[in-house]
Nanobody, 124 residues
């Protein structure tokens, strides 16, 4: 069974940076697509970015493009979300997710595996 373990959240001032990490452990095969989502209180879960393990090709949501960058390290079975120029509205619980489908895209219901979430709080 695939498990996703996130780390790297915390409290940061506006304009600062954080890097979230997600370790993919267990399972016979890695998910084809890995993604990052976030959910703020009272809001729906929001797609941020995804990456294809084999090629490293990425998709970033327009709302974070240019500030957030997703990457992966095949050898370590890790994916990352580098977040720069953080704003108070980026405050949320951030989730790592994995999908067995290459067409998972931006839809959270197409992701099969989820981490426990890590809190990111950006102070003004």
């Amino acid at each position: 069974q695939v498990q996703l373990v996130e780390s790297g959240g915390g409290l940061v001032q506006a304009g600062g940076s954080l890097r979230l990490s997600c370790n993919v452990v267990g399972g016979a095969f890695r998910p084809d697509i890995m993604g990052w989502f976030r959910q703020a209180p009272g809001k729906e879960r929001q797609f941020l970015a995804n990456i294809r393990w084999t090629t490293g090709s990425t998709l970033h949501a327009d709302s974070v493009k240019g500030r957030f960058t997703m990457s992966r390290d095949n050898a370590k079975n890790m994916v990352y979300l580098q977040m720069n120029s953080l704003k108070p509205e980026d405050t949320a619980v951030y989730y790592c997710a994995g999908s067995k489908s290459l067409v998972a895209g931006v839809y959270d219901h197409r992701y099969d595996y989820w981490g426990q979430g890590t809190q990111v709080t950006v102070s003004s």
